[in-house]
């Protein structure tokens, strides 16, 4: 099975309409944070106007970092883009990819109920984000990186079709 087959590369991530939601909550909760600033007479108009560009500003960083969140699949690996880190998986460097139980599930109602994880060298594993239950069927995606990484394994000079 080659590599276009399987759909490389391929990419996880919350769904756009997710984002709209979450960007609306943000909003609204930076209105809460802006009241008070602007409500305060004390505060001269310069003041208000920098923190409220200040917290704007806040508020478009931490959108458009939840938009740029991803699990990648290439060729060479895994990219993992979360909100804050971003880390680059080498087939070679991956034991193992398995699905576990969300320990934290019972908590909202939004939670997946399985998470999906990198194990690497030396027991250490890697959240692979927006591979779980609530955003793909969790099994077959756990089986498809499956199989790429034991493609990987047999043939680990083989980094796939060059161009």
């Not at 809460?32 to 806040?58: M, Q, R």
């Not at 939840?66 to 060479?76: F, G, M, N, P, R």
């Not at 250490?124 to 591979?131: G, N, S």
Request: net charge positive; hydrophobic share 45%.
């Amino acid at each position: 099975m080659s590599t276009e087959s399987l759909g490389l590369p391929h990419e996880y991530r919350v769904a756009s309409t997710r984002i709209g939601g979450f960007a609306f909550t943000i909003l609204l909760l930076s209105g809460g944070a802006l009241l008070p600033l602007w409500a305060d007479k004390e505060f001269s108009s310069g003041t208000k106007g920098a923190g409220t560009l200040v917290i704007l500003g806040l508020c478009l960083l931490l959108v458009l970092s939840a938009a740029q969140a991803a699990t990648v699949v290439t060729a060479e690996g895994i990219k993992v883009r979360g909100m804050v880190r971003r880390r680059r998986l080498a087939w070679a460097d991956i034991e193992a990819i398995r699905k576990q139980p969300n320990p934290n599930a019972h908590l909202g109602r939004g939670a997946p109920r399985f998470l999906t994880y990198a194990h690497l060298a030396g027991g250490r594993k890697v959240l692979l984000p927006f591979v779980d239950d609530k955003h793909v069927v969790v099994d077959r995606e756990v089986a498809r990186l499956t199989e790429l990484l034991t493609r990987h394994q047999e043939q680990p000079g083989d980094a796939g079709p060059t161009a």
